[in-house]
């Protein structure tokens, strides 16, 4: 199956500091890969579809300006949670598949954001 | 709007077999997906419909009715290791497998 790895698995900053984190398809390419944002015991909410060579489309209610994407590569996608404040703590998780319509998502490991 | 509603638990002892239904309301679709989440970790694929009908995959089977936007996740044999979160999720059209995930089942299997 495909690999999708995300990096780093957990991460703690300061409020007020932004965190990057990575997205790779190790074993195929990937145009397009979707940012998840969950909290404990909750639901994976989408916060924003990420395309490579163009601009990233948000969910309603994603602010653009915090969490900034990039998708400069067809095997690397960045999330990058800008001034980040403790609410922002979260699991962060991405996923891509291997062509359109294929039936089946596959996650990174997560990432856990804790800000203090 | 969107909307996917999930029973939020169920328990079940080992052996046993579990239902675990979903009824959906989104504008687009194109499939019915479920995964399996263990606390920590990443969702896993389990199963796929996008006609009516019932699918197996080995203890797992998933089922869609288009006409009803309604769909169940089987779970025969139960095991321990069993004892999971599982989501529904609405795949949209356009294909890249645009997920929406219901709220998620938390499954507890005692012995």
């Known amino acids: 199956g495909a690999v999708v790895s995300q990096h780093p698995s957990w991460v703690i900053c300061k409020s007020g500091t932004s965190v990057k984190i990575e997205c790779r398809s190790l074993d195929f390419q990937a145009t397009t890969m979707f940012w998840y944002r969950q909290f404990p015991k909750q639901s994976l909410m989408l916060m924003a579809t990420?395309?490579?060579?163009?601009?990233?489309?948000?969910e309603q209610g994603v602010e653009k300006d915090k969490f900034l994407i990039n998708h400069a590569s067809l095997t690397l996608s960045t999330l990058t949670v800008t001034s980040a404040h403790p609410e922002d703590s979260s699991f962060y998780i991405c996923?891509?598949?291997?062509?359109?319509?294929?039936?089946?998502?596959?996650f990174g490991q997560g990432t856990r954001l804790t800000v203090v | 709007g969107q909307s996917l509603e999930q029973p939020s638990e169920v328990t079940a002892v080992e052996g046993a077999i579990v239902q675990i239904n979903c009824t959906y309301q989104t504008s687009g679709f194109y499939g019915l997906s479920w995964y399996q989440q263990h606390d920590g970790g990443a969702p896993t694929f389990l199963s796929y419909n996008a006609l009516d009908g019932l699918e197996e995959t080995g203890r797992f089977s998933s089922f869609l009715s288009r006409s009803d936007s309604y769909g169940y996740l089987l779970l025969q044999e139960l095991q321990m290791k069993d004892s999971a979160s599982y989501f529904c999720a609405v795949v949209f059209s356009g294909g890249y497998n645009k997920l929406i995930f219901g709220a998620g089942t938390r499954l507890a299997v005692h012995p």
């Open positions: 996923s891509a598949s291997l062509t359109t319509g294929n039936t089946e998502a596959f």
């Open positions: 990420s395309n490579e060579g163009s601009k990233a489309t948000y």
